[in-house]
C-alpha cells in the first residue's frame, strides 16, 4: 500500500490532552509538534525569548506553543481550549489542548465534544498510595467520565514526568493499574498505556531508551494507527433562518438557512419539515463559493447551506429536516446526563433556558436521579441538586416539544446547553439518555 492511500485510509484524528493542573499537558503538545517538525524557525525563536517561559537559557518552553493566551503564560496553566494542527505521512491531527483546573472544565467539555480520543494524563509524584491502595487525583477521575459520557472511541493514558520517579517500571504498574480500575467502572472500551517524559521527549515521537522494560509504541504512533469509526447518521438539518426576498418580485425567493448536522441531502430528495410532519422536496441546494455562492447537487454533514423547497410549506427556525422513515417524534420529557458549570447549584424551582441546535425553550430539571461522586466513584441517589463540576442524571420537562434524539444515536441533535435565564450563563452541558412518557 502507498503512503498516499495509507493517508487516505487514515484521516484526520481529533483528539484531546486532558488531566489535572501541572500534569503537562501543555508540555506533551509542544513536544509532539517540536519533535515532529510542525514549528515553523520563527515560532522556535520567539518562544526562546518569550518573557513567561520557565526554562533556562535558550531551552525552549514547550508548553508556550498551546498557552496562546497572556494570562495563561503568567499563571502557568491553560484557561481555554487552544487548538493546534499538525501532520506526519500517515495523517493529519486536530490537537485540543483542553484545561485541568476544575474551574474550566466546562472548557474540556468544549473540547471533548468533537474530539475521537483523549489522552488522560497523569503525574506520577502526585498519586498517592495508601494501604497498597492507589488513589488518583478527583479530576483525573471527572475528566474519564466526561470522556465516557460523550462517546470518545479511544482513551490513551500517557504517565508523564517518568523522569521525576527515575523511570520506575513498578510505579508504572501501580498506576496502570488502578486506571484499569476505573476504566472498568466507567466502562471505557479502548484504554492504552503509554510511559513519557514530555520534557525529556521520552516515548513521545521516538522510543525511549532509558525505559527499555517498554515494549509498545511511542505516543505518536499509537495517534498515528487509532482506527476512526465515522458513524453514518440519517439526515438532520434544523433550520437557523429563513431567507425571503421581496414577494411583489417575480422571483420570489424563500431559502432556509443552516448547516446539515448528520446525513447529506441532494436535490430532489423528500424531506419531512418538523414539528409539522409535512413532506416536501428539495428544489434548490444553495452553498456558499469563493466570490459569492453557487447551486450545488448535494450537501453533506458540516456543509452550510441554504435549501429551497418546491412545495409551499410553513418552516421557521427552529424546525428540523429529516429524511422519510428516519423522523423522531418531537418530546417535551428528556433524560439526560448533566455536566454542571455554575457556580450557583442547580434549582429545581427555577426555569432555565434549553438550547438544542437552533431551539431555544423554557426547560425545569424536574428530578436529580443520580449525582456521580467522582472520589467514591458510587452514584448518589440521595442528592436533588448539582454544584459546580458534578456530573448527574437528571429528567426535564420542556414548556414545548423539540425534535431531538438520543445521544449516541445522533450526536448533533442529542446534545444541548442549559441557560440561566436571569444571568445569561451556560450553566451546564446535556446529553440526551432517552425519552420520557
Not at 495523517?91 to 474551574?103: C, L, N, S, V, Y
Not at 466526561?146 to 501501580?174: C, P
Not at 459546580?388 to 445521544?407: C, E, F, H, R, W
Amino acid at each position: 500500500m502507498s503512503i498516499q492511500n495509507q493517508t487516505e485510509d487514515l484521516g484526520v484524528l481529533r483528539f484531546i490532552t486532558a488531566g489535572s493542573v501541572d500534569d503537562g499537558k501543555s508540555t506533551l503538545i509542544g513536544r509532539l509538534l517540536y519533535d515532529s517538525k510542525a514549528v515553523l524557525s520563527d515560532q522556535l525563536s520567539a518562544l526562546s525569548r518569550a518573557k513567561n517561559k520557565r526554562t533556562l537559557g535558550d531551552e525552549i518552553d514547550l508548553s508556550l506553543l498551546t498557552d496562546g493566551l497572556e494570562a495563561e503564560r503568567e499563571q502557568g496553566i491553560t484557561i481555554d481550549v487552544a487548538y493546534r494542527y499538525f501532520q506526519t505521512v500517515r495523517r493529519k491531527f486536530i490537537i485540543a489542548d483542553t484545561p485541568g483546573h476544575e474551574q474550566y472544565t466546562r472548557n474540556m467539555v468544549t473540547g471533548a465534544s468533537t474530539a475521537d480520543a483523549a489522552i488522560i494524563l497523569i503525574d506520577p509524584t502526585r498519586v498517592t498510595t495508601v494501604d497498597g491502595k492507589t488513589e488518583l487525583l478527583a479530576q483525573t477521575k471527572r475528566h474519564s467520565a466526561i470522556v465516557k459520557l460523550l462517546g470518545l472511541q479511544h482513551v490513551i493514558v500517557a504517565i508523564n514526568k517518568m523522569d521525576l520517579i527515575d523511570y520506575s517500571e513498578q510505579r508504572f504498574d501501580e498506576i496502570r493499574d488502578a486506571y484499569v480500575e476505573l476504566a472498568a467502572h466507567l466502562k471505557l472500551a479502548d484504554v492504552r498505556f503509554v510511559p513519557v517524559s514530555a520534557l525529556k521527549g521520552d516515548n513521545v515521537v521516538q522510543a525511549s531508551e532509558r525505559m527499555p522494560w517498554y515494549a509498545g509504541e511511542p505516543l505518536l504512533q499509537l495517534l498515528e494507527a487509532l482506527p476512526v469509526r465515522r458513524a453514518q447518521h440519517a439526515l438532520r438539518f434544523p433550520v437557523q433562518w429563513v431567507a425571503r426576498q421581496d414577494g411583489h418580485q417575480a422571483d420570489d425567493f424563500r431559502g432556509y438557512m443552516g448547516r446539515v448536522e448528520s446525513g447529506e441531502v441532494s436535490v430532489g430528495d423528500t424531506i419531512v419539515v418538523l414539528p409539522a410532519n409535512r413532506e416536501a422536496t428539495v428544489a434548490e441546494i444553495v452553498a456558499p463559493v469563493t466570490g459569492g455562492t453557487a447551486s450545488v447537487d448535494r450537501a453533506f454533514a458540516g456543509q452550510c447551506v441554504t435549501l429551497r423547497l418546491s412545495e409551499d410549506v410553513d418552516v421557521s427556525r427552529g424546525d428540523t429536516f429529516v429524511a422519510p422513515g428516519d423522523a423522531p417524534q418531537p418530546a417535551r420529557k428528556l433524560d439526560a446526563d448533566l455536566c454542571w458549570f455554575d457556580e450557583e447549584p442547580l434549582s429545581m424551582q427555577r426555569k432555565y433556558l434549553l438550547k438544542q441546535t437552533s431551539n431555544t425553550v423554557f426547560a425545569r430539571v424536574s428530578a436529580v436521579r443520580e449525582v456521580f461522586d467522582v472520589k467514591t466513584l458510587l452514584q448518589a441517589s440521595d442528592r436533588q441538586s448539582l454544584s459546580m463540576n458534578d456530573i448527574g442524571a437528571v429528567s426535564l420537562t420542556l414548556q414545548k416539544p423539540v425534535v431531538a434524539d438520543v445521544y449516541e444515536t445522533q450526536p448533533a441533535t442529542g446534545a444541548f446547553v442549559l441557560i440561566d435565564e436571569a444571568t445569561n450563563h451556560t450553566v451546564a452541558a446535556g446529553m440526551i439518555r432517552a425519552f420520557s412518557a
